[in-house]
C-alpha cells in the first residue's frame, strides 16, 4: 500500500491519519520536485546574502572580541 506525505521540520509526515505499528519498516522514496521546491532554490542563503559585509569590521579596538561588553555597555574591562 503506498502513503502519502510530505516533509516537516525534517520529518517524514503522513497527509492521511495512518495507524502503522510501531518498529516498521518503511520505505521513503521523493518525489520529483514541484515549483515550490525550484523556486526555494532560487532564495540566496545567509551566506549569500551577507557575504558583501565578511571582512568588513574596520578600526575596532585589538580587544574587541574579550571586552565587547565594556565597548557596548560601559562594564568594566575584562584584562
Known sequence: MTYRG??????????DAVAL???????VEPME???AESAAKDIPT?????????GKAEGLPPDASVNLDHYLYGVPKQE
Do not use: M, Q
Not at 21 to 27: A, H, M, Q, W
Not at 47 to 54: A, K, N
Open 6 to 15: 510530505h516533509v516537516c521540520n525534517g520529518v517524514v509526515v503522513l497527509d
Open 21 to 27: 505499528p510501531e518498529g516498521l519498516d518503511v520505505k
Open 33 to 35: 520536485s514541484g515549483p
Open 46 to 54: 545567509l551566506y549569500e546574502r551577507l557575504e558583501p559585509f565578511i
